[in-house]
């Protein structure tokens, strides 16, 4: 994967919490963000796929392509960080409306949490700061796909085999066991 962006500026950052959120129409989101799940899910839908972001989930939305959502848990919380990249399908071309789990989901929450708190106090290096954030996400993100799909199918089988008649073997937790993005 050739990973190579360039953020032009950081427009928002901010984190909320909420029983009210839903994305009830086909609309197309001004910037490229990233989004990290801290409670609940989401299902999104774009024209070409669907996709569930939960907990420890990071949310890659291009801010080119439409999509909506809704809330499959009552409530729901996460971090956005809005970006603009110089070219405008940049975000999209290189990674594209996806969902990567990630291991270590509190040592991310705790980083978006400062980088919440950075922007509202607004110094006069807070963009570098977040963009070498986003880069540094972006990177642990595409480093810890590789190193999963080193993952074999054979060892997924295996666990199968092995936990066969557990009643609670789903396609869920397998995708939460070997960090696989479930897409509907």
């Known amino acids: 994967m050739n990973l190579d962006l360039n953020i032009k500026k950081i427009a928002n950052v901010y984190y909320i919490k909420t029983d009210v959120w839903k994305r009830d129409f086909f609309d197309t989101r ?15 839908t774009f024209p070409d796929k669907k996709l569930v972001a939960m907990k420890g989930d990071f949310l890659f939305l291009p801010g080119n392509i439409p999509y909506s959502g809704k809330k499959l848990t009552e409530t729901v ?14 975000f999209s071309d290189v990674i594209g409306a996806s969902v990567h789990t990630m291991p270590k989901y509190d040592v991310f929450g705790e980083k978006f949490l400062r980088v919440v708190e950075m922007w509202k106090k607004q110094h006069i290096d807070v963009n570098l700061k977040i963009k070498a954030f986003v880069y540094s996400v972006l990177s642990d ?22 936990n066969v008649n557990e009643p ?11 960090f696989i993005s479930l897409i509907l």
């Open 30 to 44: 001004y910037y490229d963000g990233i989004v990290l799940f801290e409670e609940g899910e989401i299902e999104y």
């Open 77 to 90: 919380a996460f971090y956005v960080i809005d970006f603009e990249c110089i070219s405008s399908n940049e």
């Open 141 to 162: 993100t595409v480093t810890h796909h590789e190193s999963c799909n080193t993952t074999s199918a054979s060892k997924i089988l295996d666990y199968i085999c092995e």
């Open 168 to 178: 609670s073997l789903c396609v869920k937790k397998l995708c939460e066991k070997f």
